[in-house]
């Protein structure tokens, strides 16, 4: 019957469910998805082992990092259009693009083990400028091994949540309660994918209406796009639903994407350069020793676990009571205050940063050959990665709840793919913004350094860059506060005519 759900098994044979999907596939995928959640860190952690081991620039780490993010968010988004369109299954995207992951990582560790892969070992906390960089090919085994893990990640990512929603048909009014206990007992975001039989991806319709109304020159003004015909035959493109009406809607949310992708872009650099700026702070505090560098990213990823919960628990019925709103607060709300927080960690990252540089200029270490580590407390950073922890939250997670709550319903399913895409371009546009600063710096400073040269940070000015991201991202706040406020009175308006 037109409209029923078909449900397949892997090999594309009518599903049963006395044998397929349920609570056992679920489970199975719950401990996929926490096996793959093991590595998210290491998206970050990495650039520990980038300027420790590789002697990479600060500049550079941050590059990479940001590439890395990218490639691992943009490749996620191609996967979710992908599957959304059933060019190739979820199951077996699994199966060619997870072993990505396994390969990428043993040529990093491949590459961090043998000494003829690496440049030779240096105390680069010791003797910053007595140390050599990686070059060459060594360079390339480096970014051939990030770039197959990024790409499997991206399609883990995509894939896990998405098939562990499908695992349950809405026909049984039990299955649904049961797929939200195990989202509830996991935190695993299963996503359900409901659509009809028959494929085909909501962008591929939205693309056919602009090329309609291009072609008939109608589409000067984009509330005047009506459907045309498609050819000079007279033959009418039709659709069960109205995808000029989609088209519509979607171009109107666009000014709320570009709005956000410039709020995540200090995201990732913010990060980044918290966790490496720790390699230059004393890790002890009196019987607390932190390892190392890389051991810092277990600060955030506690604070995001728990963001959720108390934001569901805690927080939302505080506001619900404040605002009436179902939910505490809108998507494109959460989607300011993280951005707000945002401008706050990069203020408190500043003030941290102006404080370490301080101290290591009265023990001499800025204008020493070496360098050292001040004796400023590496638990001085558990604030900026708070703030970092609910900026993600409550932006990263409002652009989701704002598609799924405003797209058209043919086009909620690509949601996390638009999400994904948004913060992937903004984590390599972050490259660029380290590169232009650092250059224009440099240029301006009568033959000195940029803020961010070389790899000694006791004589870099990271308090000045910080400074620069909060400021980038008061202006993002402000331009996306305009746009926000002009989708909310154009809903506003709707729903008085209706």
């Known amino acids: 019957m037109e ?59 941050s ?31 699994i ?33 910053p400028n007595s140390c050599e960089a990686a070059r060459g090919w060594k360079l390339t085994l480096l970014y051939l091994g990030l770039f197959m893990f990024a790409v499997g990640e991206g399609c883990m990512r995509a894939c896990v949540p998405s098939l562990g929603g499908d695992q349950f048909s809405d026909s049984d009014p039990k299955k649904p309660q049961l797929r939200r206990l195990l989202v509830a007992a996991s935190g695993c975001p299963f996503y359900r994918m409901q ?32 459907l045309q015909d498609t050819n000079t035959q007279g033959h009418v493109f039709k659709s069960g639903t109205n995808q000029a009406d989609e088209t519509r809607v979607l171009i109107q949310m666009l000014p709320i994407f570009i709005s956000c992708f410039l709020v995540y872009l200090p995201f990732v650099l913010l990060m980044t350069l918290t966790i490496q700026v720790g390699r230059a702070m004393d890790r002890g505090a009196g019987a607390i020793q932190i390892p ?86 590496v638990f001085w950073l558990v604030i900026q990665f708070f703030l970092l922890s609910v900026m993600d939250t409550a932006s990263f997670g409002g652009l989701a709840e704002f598609i799924r709550s405003e797209a058209p319903s043919a086009m ?29 710096t440099r240029s301006g400073g009568g033959g000195d350094g940029g803020w961010l040269d070389g790899t000694d940070f006791n004589r870099a000015r990271l308090d000045r860059f910080f400074l620069s991201l909060g400021a980038f991202e ?23 005519v209706v």
Not at 328 to 340: K, N, V
Not at 413 to 434: E, H, M, N
Request: some cysteine.
């Open 3 to 61: 409209g029923e759900q078909v449900y397949v098994d892997w090999r594309g044979n009518a599903a049963d469910e006395r044998r397929h999907g349920g609570v056992r596939a679920t489970v199975f995928l719950y401990v996929l998805f926490m096996l793959r959640s093991c590595s998210n860190s290491s998206n970050f952690t990495v650039v520990a082992y980038l300027h420790g081991t590789l002697h990479l620039d600060i500049v550079t780490s």
């Open 474 to 496: 008061l202006l993002a706040l402000v331009n996306y506060t305009f746009w926000a406020r002009r989708y909310a009175r154009k809903l506003r308006r709707v729903s008085t």
């Open 195 to 226: 659509k009809p039989s028959g494929c085909g991806s909501p962008l591929t319709r939205t693309l056919q209406v602009l090329i309609t109304s291009s072609n008939q020159k109608s589409a000067a003004n984009v509330d005047d796009i009506e």
């Open 95 to 127: 199966f060619v693009f997870g072993p990505c992951v396994i390969l990428g990582y043993m040529l990093l560790a491949l590459q961090a083990h043998f000494p003829a892969l690496h440049p030779e070992t240096c105390a680069i906390d010791e003797e």
């Open 63 to 93: 590059t990479v990092i940001g590439y890395l993010v990218g490639t691992v968010m943009i490749s996620a988004a191609l996967m979710n259009f992908i599957s959304d369109a059933c060019m190739i299954k979820r199951t077996t995207a």
């Open 292 to 377: 190392s560098a890389a051991s810092l990213i277990a600060i955030p990823t506690a604070f995001h676990t728990l963001m959720q919960p108390c934001y569901d628990r805690i927080l939302t019925p505080l506001l619900r009571t404040a605002t009436g709103h179902q939910h505490g607060a809108t998507p494109l709300q959460r989607i300011g205050a993280g951005s707000a927080c945002g401008i706050a960690a990069a203020c408190v990252a500043a003030l941290v940063e102006a404080r370490r540089l301080n101290v290591a200029e009265q023990r001499g270490l800025t204008t020493s050959t070496g360098t050292g580590v001040p004796a400023l407390s």
């Open 412 to 440: 909620k399913s690509i949601a996390p793919a638009v999400q994904s895409c948004v913060a992937g371009l903004a984590a390599w546009s972050c490259c660029a913004f380290i590169h232009l600063v650092n250059r224009m």
